[in-house]
């Protein structure tokens, strides 16, 4: 079992940066590939950026060169750093650790890109 809490959501300017956090706990967190989604409202839930086991990272092409994910296995933590936000970027942004054929979810942060 893996319980997961996100945070670092808000409201940010268009052009701003935000860094959401995920901690992690009840399980080894090193062995489970980690992977943000956001939905924004009306929409499907969709991946933003993945990071696997070993450190390899996949992105969606609407985020190529404005976030970044990374871990950091002895605080239990995945990132999402946000930079260059756009309004479209608005959502609800869910941390998810998956190893088949465990699947968890946090609760979800808002992020909302408005003037």
């Known amino acids: 079992q893996v319980q997961l809490v996100e945070s670092g959501g808000g409201l940010v300017q268009p052009g701003g940066s935000l860094r959401l956090s995920c901690a992690a706990s009840?399980?080894?967190?090193?062995?489970?590939?980690m992977n943000w989604y956001r939905q924004a409202p009306g929409k499907q839930r969709d991946v933003v950026e993945t990071?696997?086991?070993?450190?390899?990272?996949n992105y969606a092409n609407s985020v190529k060169g404005r976030f970044t994910i990374s871990r950091d296995n002895a605080k239990n933590t995945v990132y999402l750093q946000m930079n260059s936000l756009k309004p479209e970027d608005t959502a609800v942004y869910y941390c998810?650790?998956?190893?088949?054929?465990?699947?968890?979810w946090g609760q979800g942060t808002q992020v909302t890109v408005s003037s």
């Open positions: 998810n650790a998956a190893r088949y054929p465990r699947d968890y």
């Open positions: 009840g399980s080894i967190f090193s062995i489970y590939h």
């Open positions: 990071i696997t086991s070993g450190g390899n990272t």
